[in-house]
């Protein structure tokens, strides 16, 4: 379907649904989160700490959009033009939570995976949201049951697992918790639609489909790596020849971000210990100790300084 009906079509098919959305954090996918929900028609407001990280936020999604500009509207340059400022004309940026999450139908979680952190922020915001607002949390490895606890609206939580980079992969897991109601999770799965991906769906199980396959891999990746058995480029140049993946592990934990990465695995070790696919990857903590996150940070396991 292309992007106008697509536009059109939600508005006409969820006028009592998902319209006003508030996306908390303006990192790698939060970004990408408000950037594709803006330009699929709904109304964004993006959250970040502090000014800096506003502004910040901005530059990447004005970059971002500028990439699908061109994707989508070739060389019309009236019509690339058209469709970044009708994105950014729905799209707010601020540092003021409580004022965003007054008045949403929706509200998408993409801090930090640290269940503390998620945890002071939804206790924060559940008693200013309206009674009708839906929370999601876009985590990779926590649970959702866990993080919808601290909250008094366990029926309107769900979990929204987005891709990276999310302008360009189609894939959405929806996670319905056993408290998730039925008509929150037709919400999320209309909102999901209406953004244009592809819904899965998925019980409220660590790593839900996607990650609890590729994220395994990665460590295996390091691993391999840490015992010397073939160098970063040759295992990622292995798995991209090899088995067709567009990016090898290491490159992709560097996409993904280490610390991300880091925080999952030791996140599950803390929750499984005795699984050894959980172990904790000496050389993944040494990185990120050092502020080597991957390409956010300009280092990971390749330099992306330019
Ligand atoms: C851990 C979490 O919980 C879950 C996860 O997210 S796991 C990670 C999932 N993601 C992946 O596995 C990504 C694997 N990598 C890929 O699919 C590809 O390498 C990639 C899409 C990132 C980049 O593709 P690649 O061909 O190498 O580079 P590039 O030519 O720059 O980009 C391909 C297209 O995507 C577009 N693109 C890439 N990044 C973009 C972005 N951030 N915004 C907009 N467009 C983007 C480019 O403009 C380009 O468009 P074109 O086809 O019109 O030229
Ligand atoms: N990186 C990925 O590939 C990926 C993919 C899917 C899901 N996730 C999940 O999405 C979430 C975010 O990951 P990311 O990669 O975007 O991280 P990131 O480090 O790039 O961005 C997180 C952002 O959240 C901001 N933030 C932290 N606390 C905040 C608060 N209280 N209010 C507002 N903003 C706050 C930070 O300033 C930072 O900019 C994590 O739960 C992660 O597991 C990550």
Not at 149 to 154: L, Q, V
Not at 247 to 264: K, S, W
Not at 283 to 305: A, C, I, N, P, R
């Amino acid at each position: 379907m292309s992007h106008l009906m697509r536009v059109i079509t939600r508005k006409m098919s969820t006028s009592r649904g998902i319209e006003k959305v508030v996306v908390i954090g303006g990192g790698l996918m939060g970004a990408g989160i408000a950037q594709v929900a803006a330009s699929s028609g709904f109304r964004v407001t993006l959250v970040e700490i502090n000014e800096q990280l506003v502004e910040k936020a901005k530059a990447n999604i004005q970059k971002s959009l500028g990439r699908v500009a061109k994707k989508q509207f070739k060389d019309d340059e009236g019509a690339q033009n058209g469709f970044i400022s009708t994105t950014l004309g729905r799209l707010d940026a601020t540092c003021n939570l409580t004022d965003a999450v007054r008045d949403t139908d929706l509200v998408i979680e993409a801090i930090v995976e640290n269940m503390k952190v998620k945890h002071d922020l939804f206790a924060k915001i559940d008693s200013v949201a309206p009674q009708h607002t839906i929370f999601a949390s876009n985590t990779s490895s926590l649970s959702i049951t866990e993080i919808a606890s601290i909250t008094k609206r366990t029926d309107r939580f769900g979990g929204l697992h987005f891709f990276n980079p999310v302008p360009v992969m189609k894939l959405l897991e929806v996670i319905r918790t056993e408290s998730t109601s039925d008509d929150t999770y037709k919400k999320m799965m209309d909102f999901g639609q209406g953004m244009g991906k592809v819904c899965i769906t998925c019980k409220d199980t660590p790593g839900f489909v996607v990650n609890r396959l590729l994220v395994p891999y990665l460590a295996e990746a390091v691993r391999l790596y840490e015992r010397g058995d073939a160098s970063a480029k040759d295992i990622d140049i292995a798995m991209k020849l090899g088995a067709g993946y567009p990016m090898g592990p290491l490159e992709l934990a560097d996409y993904v971000g280490l610390d991300t990465t880091r925080n999952i695995i030791s996140g599950w070790h803390e929750k499984f210990p005795e699984n050894p696919l959980f172990r904790p990857i000496e050389t993944l903590d040494k990185l990120v100790q050092e502020g080597k996150m991957g390409v956010k940070s300009g280092e990971g396991f390749y330099s992306y300084k330019k």
